[in-house]
């Protein structure tokens, strides 16, 4: 029961800041009435990957809490990416900032390779649970540049 409620705090954590972000973000989303690139999925897509990633991101971090392998710097990033995360969708969705959510989204793409670098050194499957963010990650960064020069 113990475990349970450690990786239960761990997984809560990125899960309340995203949807935290969601509820500021929620009125200001018009994500339907932009122009598009080639395979953009619905907007009612992102909650549910966003939420599964967050699980995992989660997962991932707590496995290095539950092993006494969460030195100063491991946090540090975790913790950096969860924010540079948690204030991009602030810029693209809620002040319209395309072009700075844009070179924010790279910014954050960086921390996340950073971040897996770091947690699969001290644990491989830390590090591979966030490839799925990696790769989302970046596939958000095609859209916001594609989305910025499709709407400008």
């Known amino acids: 029961m113990q475990k349970f409620k450690h990786y239960l705090k761990f ?69 950096l990416q969860l924010f540079v995360n948690a204030l991009w969708p602030i810029a693209f969705f809620t002040l319209k900032w395309r072009l700075f959510a844009f070179i924010w989204i790279i910014l954050l793409d960086i921390l996340v390779i950073i971040m897996i670098v770091n947690f699969y050194k001290k644990n491989k499957w830390s590090g591979l649970l966030q490839l799925p963010y990696l790769f989302w990650s970046l596939f958000a960064t095609y859209l916001n540049i594609a989305i910025y020069i499709l709407n400008r």
């Open 11 to 79: 997984i809560l954590i990125p899960v309340i800041v995203g949807g935290v972000v969601g509820l500021i973000t929620s009125k200001s989303i018009d994500y339907n009435c932009m122009q598009k690139p080639f395979l953009s999925p619905p907007g009612s897509v992102f909650p549910i990957v966003w939420t599964i990633l967050y699980v995992f991101m989660g997962i991932s971090y707590a496995l290095l809490k539950d092993k006494k392998l969460v030195t100063s710097d491991t946090k540090f990033i975790y913790y």
